[in-house]
Protein backbone atom coordinates (compact mmCIF):
# COMPACT_ATOMS: atom_id res chain seq x y z
CA UNK A 1 0.00 0.00 0.00
CA UNK A 2 0.49 3.65 -0.01
CA UNK A 3 2.71 5.16 2.62
CA UNK A 4 4.50 9.07 3.67
CA UNK A 5 7.00 9.14 6.29
CA UNK A 6 8.15 12.87 7.32
CA UNK A 7 10.60 13.59 10.02
CA UNK A 8 9.15 14.16 13.08
CA UNK A 9 9.43 17.46 15.21
CA UNK A 10 9.07 19.57 16.59
CA UNK A 11 11.43 21.62 14.52
CA UNK A 12 12.59 24.51 16.49
CA UNK A 13 14.72 27.13 14.73
CA UNK A 14 15.40 30.96 14.92
CA UNK A 15 14.38 33.53 12.40
CA UNK A 16 16.05 33.36 8.75
CA UNK A 17 17.30 30.58 9.69
CA UNK A 18 17.01 27.79 6.29
CA UNK A 19 14.65 25.17 6.89
CA UNK A 20 14.64 21.06 5.50
CA UNK A 21 11.58 19.16 6.02
CA UNK A 22 12.10 15.72 4.79
CA UNK A 23 9.51 13.49 3.05
CA UNK A 24 9.61 10.60 1.72
CA UNK A 25 6.97 8.09 0.22
CA UNK A 26 6.14 4.39 -1.21
CA UNK A 27 3.24 4.30 -3.71
CA UNK A 28 2.08 0.96 -6.27
CA UNK A 29 1.45 3.82 -9.27
CA UNK A 30 2.91 7.16 -10.11
CA UNK A 31 1.42 9.62 -7.38
CA UNK A 32 1.27 13.34 -7.42
CA UNK A 33 3.07 14.92 -4.43
CA UNK A 34 1.64 17.80 -2.30
CA UNK A 35 2.67 19.79 1.18
CA UNK A 36 -0.38 20.51 3.34
CA UNK A 37 0.02 23.21 5.70
CA UNK A 38 -1.73 24.06 9.35
CA UNK A 39 -1.83 26.89 11.47
CA UNK A 40 -2.75 27.02 14.76
CA UNK A 41 -6.76 26.33 15.18
CA UNK A 42 -7.39 25.88 11.53
CA UNK A 43 -8.17 23.17 8.94
CA UNK A 44 -5.37 22.48 6.45
CA UNK A 45 -4.34 24.83 3.07
CA UNK A 46 -2.72 23.40 0.03
CA UNK A 47 0.42 25.09 0.40
CA UNK A 48 2.29 23.83 -3.40
CA UNK A 49 1.97 20.24 -5.41
CA UNK A 50 3.68 18.45 -8.09
CA UNK A 51 2.60 15.74 -10.40
CA UNK A 52 5.12 14.40 -11.95
CA UNK A 53 8.98 13.61 -11.92
CA UNK A 54 11.32 16.69 -11.63
CA UNK A 55 9.00 18.61 -11.10
CA UNK A 56 9.49 21.87 -8.74
CA UNK A 57 6.21 23.29 -6.59
CA UNK A 58 6.65 26.36 -5.15
CA UNK A 59 4.91 28.85 -2.74
CA UNK A 60 5.56 31.68 -0.33
CA UNK A 61 9.08 31.47 -0.63
CA UNK A 62 8.31 27.10 0.31
CA UNK A 63 10.12 24.73 -2.61
CA UNK A 64 9.79 21.21 -2.99
CA UNK A 65 11.43 18.99 -5.72
CA UNK A 66 9.45 15.56 -6.86
CA UNK A 67 12.67 12.96 -7.07
CA UNK A 68 11.18 9.40 -8.43
CA UNK A 69 14.63 8.19 -8.15
CA UNK A 70 14.72 8.81 -3.97
CA UNK A 71 11.13 8.96 -3.70
CA UNK A 72 11.15 12.21 -1.91
CA UNK A 73 9.45 15.68 -1.40
CA UNK A 74 11.92 17.32 0.72
CA UNK A 75 10.00 20.74 1.59
CA UNK A 76 12.82 23.98 1.56
CA UNK A 77 12.73 27.67 2.92
CA UNK A 78 15.73 29.75 2.37
CA UNK A 79 14.65 32.38 5.37
CA UNK A 80 11.94 30.97 7.71
CA UNK A 81 9.62 33.32 9.81
CA UNK A 82 7.93 33.46 13.48
CA UNK A 83 4.79 33.56 10.57
CA UNK A 84 5.90 30.60 9.04
CA UNK A 85 5.10 28.51 12.95
CA UNK A 86 2.60 25.73 11.92
CA UNK A 87 2.16 21.99 11.14
CA UNK A 88 3.44 20.99 7.81
CA UNK A 89 1.99 17.60 5.75
CA UNK A 90 3.36 15.55 3.29
CA UNK A 91 0.71 13.72 1.41
CA UNK A 92 0.13 11.30 -2.10
CA UNK A 93 -2.65 10.55 -4.39
CA UNK A 94 -2.19 7.86 -6.03
CA UNK A 95 -4.67 7.22 -9.35
CA UNK A 96 -4.10 3.57 -8.73
CA UNK A 97 -6.01 4.62 -5.25
CA UNK A 98 -8.51 6.35 -6.11
CA UNK A 99 -6.37 9.25 -6.15
CA UNK A 100 -7.25 9.33 -2.32
CA UNK A 101 -4.77 11.92 -0.33
CA UNK A 102 -2.48 9.82 1.84
CA UNK A 103 -0.84 11.57 4.46
CA UNK A 104 2.39 11.57 6.57
CA UNK A 105 2.15 12.40 10.74
CA UNK A 106 2.87 16.10 10.03
CA UNK A 107 5.95 18.14 11.72
CA UNK A 108 5.58 20.83 13.43
CA UNK A 109 7.56 23.62 13.03
CA UNK A 110 8.22 26.51 15.83
CA UNK A 111 10.02 29.70 14.84
CA UNK A 112 12.01 31.69 17.10
CA UNK A 113 12.15 35.94 16.81
CA UNK B 1 -18.44 32.00 -0.08
CA UNK B 2 -17.52 30.19 3.09
CA UNK B 3 -15.52 27.61 0.98
CA UNK B 4 -15.36 24.39 3.84
CA UNK B 5 -17.94 24.79 6.58
CA UNK B 6 -17.84 22.31 10.17
CA UNK B 7 -20.92 21.93 12.89
CA UNK B 8 -20.24 21.93 15.81
CA UNK B 9 -16.82 23.76 16.39
CA UNK B 10 -16.84 21.59 19.81
CA UNK B 11 -18.55 18.72 21.45
CA UNK B 12 -18.04 16.68 24.53
CA UNK B 13 -19.82 13.43 24.52
CA UNK B 14 -20.70 10.63 27.49
CA UNK B 15 -19.65 6.69 25.91
CA UNK B 16 -23.00 5.40 24.34
CA UNK B 17 -24.15 8.80 22.96
CA UNK B 18 -24.97 9.48 19.48
CA UNK B 19 -24.20 12.84 17.42
CA UNK B 20 -23.91 14.14 13.72
CA UNK B 21 -21.36 16.25 12.25
CA UNK B 22 -22.31 18.06 9.63
CA UNK B 23 -20.07 19.72 6.41
CA UNK B 24 -21.19 22.23 4.06
CA UNK B 25 -19.30 23.86 0.72
CA UNK B 26 -20.58 26.31 -1.63
CA UNK B 27 -17.75 25.20 -4.45
CA UNK B 28 -20.31 22.79 -6.27
CA UNK B 29 -17.15 20.04 -5.60
CA UNK B 30 -18.02 16.39 -6.02
CA UNK B 31 -16.43 14.86 -3.87
CA UNK B 32 -15.94 15.29 0.21
CA UNK B 33 -13.89 13.83 2.32
CA UNK B 34 -14.20 13.07 6.15
CA UNK B 35 -11.18 12.41 8.32
CA UNK B 36 -9.63 12.40 11.74
CA UNK B 37 -6.68 13.58 12.96
CA UNK B 38 -4.81 12.21 15.67
CA UNK B 39 -1.36 13.27 17.82
CA UNK B 40 1.59 11.93 15.41
CA UNK B 41 -0.81 9.99 12.91
CA UNK B 42 -1.76 12.73 10.58
CA UNK B 43 -5.12 12.53 8.81
CA UNK B 44 -6.82 9.64 8.15
CA UNK B 45 -9.81 8.92 6.14
CA UNK B 46 -12.74 8.04 7.27
CA UNK B 47 -15.54 7.90 4.54
CA UNK B 48 -15.43 9.91 1.41
CA UNK B 49 -18.34 10.54 -1.09
CA UNK B 50 -17.89 11.05 -4.97
CA UNK B 51 -21.25 12.50 -5.65
CA UNK B 52 -24.78 13.25 -4.27
CA UNK B 53 -26.40 9.74 -3.20
CA UNK B 54 -22.69 7.80 -3.06
CA UNK B 55 -20.77 7.15 0.06
CA UNK B 56 -17.66 4.46 0.21
CA UNK B 57 -15.38 3.34 3.31
CA UNK B 58 -12.32 4.97 3.88
CA UNK B 59 -9.09 3.81 5.54
CA UNK B 60 -10.97 3.76 9.51
CA UNK B 61 -14.78 3.47 8.76
CA UNK B 62 -16.13 1.05 11.88
CA UNK B 63 -17.98 3.16 14.18
CA UNK B 64 -19.14 5.89 11.94
CA UNK B 65 -21.76 6.46 9.53
CA UNK B 66 -22.36 9.02 6.27
CA UNK B 67 -24.57 10.49 4.46
CA UNK B 68 -24.93 12.65 1.14
CA UNK B 69 -28.45 13.38 0.74
CA UNK B 70 -27.56 16.91 -1.26
CA UNK B 71 -24.45 17.97 -2.75
CA UNK B 72 -23.44 20.67 -0.60
CA UNK B 73 -23.57 18.44 2.35
CA UNK B 74 -21.66 15.66 3.83
CA UNK B 75 -22.70 14.41 7.63
CA UNK B 76 -20.66 11.99 9.69
CA UNK B 77 -22.37 10.04 12.28
CA UNK B 78 -21.93 8.32 15.71
CA UNK B 79 -24.13 6.23 16.75
CA UNK B 80 -22.76 5.34 20.05
CA UNK B 81 -19.51 7.24 21.12
CA UNK B 82 -16.66 5.28 22.23
CA UNK B 83 -13.30 7.06 23.69
CA UNK B 84 -11.46 6.00 20.88
CA UNK B 85 -13.25 8.09 18.88
CA UNK B 86 -12.08 11.26 20.95
CA UNK B 87 -10.22 13.47 18.09
CA UNK B 88 -10.45 16.31 15.59
CA UNK B 89 -12.73 15.69 12.94
CA UNK B 90 -11.93 17.35 9.18
CA UNK B 91 -13.71 17.64 6.22
CA UNK B 92 -12.38 18.26 2.85
CA UNK B 93 -14.14 19.21 -0.35
CA UNK B 94 -12.58 18.36 -3.95
CA UNK B 95 -13.71 19.35 -7.86
CA UNK B 96 -12.80 15.94 -8.74
CA UNK B 97 -10.78 12.84 -7.92
CA UNK B 98 -8.88 13.22 -11.51
CA UNK B 99 -5.08 14.06 -11.31
CA UNK B 100 -5.28 17.81 -11.23
CA UNK B 101 -8.40 18.65 -10.55
CA UNK B 102 -8.23 16.67 -6.93
CA UNK B 103 -6.97 19.40 -4.77
CA UNK B 104 -8.92 19.32 -1.37
CA UNK B 105 -10.15 22.30 0.58
CA UNK B 106 -10.14 22.00 3.90
CA UNK B 107 -13.01 22.98 6.83
CA UNK B 108 -11.65 24.79 10.14
CA UNK B 109 -12.54 21.00 11.93
CA UNK B 110 -14.33 19.12 15.41
CA UNK B 111 -12.83 18.61 18.00
CA UNK B 112 -14.49 15.98 19.97
CA UNK B 113 -13.78 14.63 23.14
CA UNK B 114 -15.49 11.44 24.42
CA UNK B 115 -15.72 10.76 28.40
Known amino acids: GNSVTQMEGPVTLSEEAFLTINCTYTATGYPSLFWYVQYPGEGLQLLLKATKADDKGSNKGFEATYRKETTSFHLEKGSVQVSDSAVYFC????????????FGGGTRLMVKP | NAGVTQTPKFRVLKTGQSMTLLCAQDMNHEYMYWYRQDPGMGLRLIHYSVGEGTTAKGEVPDGYNVSRLKKQNFLLGLESAAPSQTSVYFC??????????????FGPGTRLTVL
Open chain 2, 92 to 105: ASSYSGRAGWNEQF
Open chain 1, 91 to 102: ALSDPGAGNMLT
